[in-house]
């Protein structure tokens, strides 16, 4: 049973990453345009972005004079679109019980992102996305932290062995 549980979780994992990608990469186009993104050209492009960490963020709280479904659609999208990541990845593996690795993981998954929106002209790098991504991640860690300290606390989860 804990064989298939790992099997499932990992193919909504893989799932859950391709709609992501799909989701922060090709958001504007479809997979068949990208070889038209993949270029290095140091154009206005370059200028576009955002290195200063909460200046997006503040933007869209305090200066920004756009629609509020668009700042909600930015800022919570961000944070809820790697909670699941945060939930799954402990479930799949032990190396992810503790809070720094899923803090290092979500970073690295977002940052990975960043950087292909940044050589490839897939979208805007920007720093805020990285605290917000991360963010979301370990929101979607701490439900599952909880479980396992409550339930592990009661005595009440078992660990199957083979012959049961």
């Not at 990541?85 to 690295?108: D, N, V």
Request: with cysteine; net charge positive; hydrophobic share 50%.
């Amino acid at each position: 049973m804990k064989i298939f549980v790992k099997i499932v979780l990992s193919l909504f994992m893989v799932l859950y990453l391709l709609i992501l990608t799909k989701l922060i990469l090709f958001k504007t186009f479809s997979i068949t345009e990208v070889s038209g993104h993949i270029s290095f050209s140091h154009g206005p492009y370059w200028g576009s972005h955002n290195f200063i960490p909460f200046k997006t963020i503040a933007h869209y709280l305090f200066l920004a004079d756009v629609n509020p479904s668009i700042r909600i659609e930015n800022i919570a999208g961000n944070i809820i679109g790697f909670v699941p990541f945060g939930l799954m990845l402990p479930l799949l593996s032990k190396r992810f019980s503790q809070l720094k690795s899923i803090l290092i993981a979500t970073f690295c998954l977002s940052f990975t992102y960043e950087i292909l929106q940044l050589l490839f002209e897939l979208g805007s790098f920007d720093t805020d996305d990285l605290i917000l991504n991360t963010l979301g991640g370990v929101i979607g860690y701490l439900p599952i932290k909880l479980f396992f300290i409550v339930f592990k606390k009661n005595g009440t989860i078992r660990i199957q062995t083979k012959g049961q």
